[in-house]
């Protein structure tokens, strides 16, 4: 359909995870892609998961904020890392489904460091609370306090995770929208739309009848990515890359072995 944009052009960007030189290389690229093909009314949908595990969670949140005071055509969703940090802020003996936030294997430690909170550990948790509180600017737990939970534009649906199949979306859960993988991933029908989500960790972006997945790892592999939408057109953005290139739909050949390896990631 013509109008499965609304008469826009989209970037979604998936996890971003403390890597401020990926984001502002990727915001360049989009600036630089919208000078060369201009566009009336562009949108640039980051998918969360703005912090943790990479160096500089503080300058991609001041990032993010100044991009949002500029007034351009830029939307943020909440990723389940971003709601970690109000979390730990109530209960600093807080756990998510399997580890405390300062496990190595979450990367709190490391978006605790960029405010200037070293050597964070769970073992004085109420210590370390009050120092990351002290140190937490106001202005970046507003700013995820204001992430969308999803964002809808024509044929597309925006989400963290993914969305409950059959679920309408006013009556989608939080924890479903920054969390879901069971159920989502593994449905095949049609949802009315297309999803596009982050979350979940892909070799490459991954066109799918029902869905596209963005987030190629950038904390692991170096690979922040970008998806243009546009009319029917679904495209991958690069940094330093030429145009915007077409992702045909189907899965990714051996995406079932890497999907094994990444177990472990997928927090």
Request: hydrophobic share 40%; with cysteine; aromatic share 10%.
């Amino acid at each position: 359909m013509a109008g499965r944009t609304e008469g826009h052009r989209i970037y979604a960007i998936g996890d971003i995870h403390g890597y401020l030189d990926k984001l502002d290389a990727m915001v360049a690229r989009i600036r630089a892609d919208l000078a060369a093909r201009p566009h009336p009314a562009p949108v640039v949908i980051f998918l969360g998961d703005y912090c943790d595990r990479g160096p500089d969670t503080r300058g991609v949140y001041d990032r993010l904020i100044a991009l949002k005071a500029s007034g351009g055509p830029f939307r943020f969703l909440l990723g389940n890392h971003d709601s970690y940090l109000p979390a730990y802020l109530r209960d600093p003996e807080w756990y998510d489904r399997t580890y405390h936030w300062l496990n190595p294997a979450m990367g709190g430690g490391e978006t605790l460091a960029s405010y200037g909170v070293n050597g964070a550990t769970d073992r004085d948790p109420e210590a370390t609370r009050d120092a990351f509180a002290a140190a937490l600017p106001p202005a970046h737990l507003a700013f995820i306090d204001g992430c969308a939970l999803w964002i809808r534009i024509g044929g597309y649906v925006f989400a963290h995770a993914g969305i409950r199949p059959g679920v309408p979306m006013e009556r989608q859960t939080r924890d479903d929208l920054i969390w879901i993988r069971q159920g989502f991933l593994d449905y095949r029908g049609d949802f009315g739309f297309k999803v596009v989500h982050g979350h979940t960790i892909v070799p490459q972006v991954e066109h799918h009848p029902n869905r596209i997945a963005v987030d190629t790892g950038a904390f692991r592999t170096g690979v922040l990515s970008c998806v243009v939408l546009e009319d029917e057109d679904v495209s991958l953005l690069e940094p330093g890359g030429p145009r915007p290139w077409p992702v045909g739909s189907g899965l990714p050949s051996g995406l079932t072995a890497f999907r094994k390896g990444l177990k472990s990631l997928w927090r």
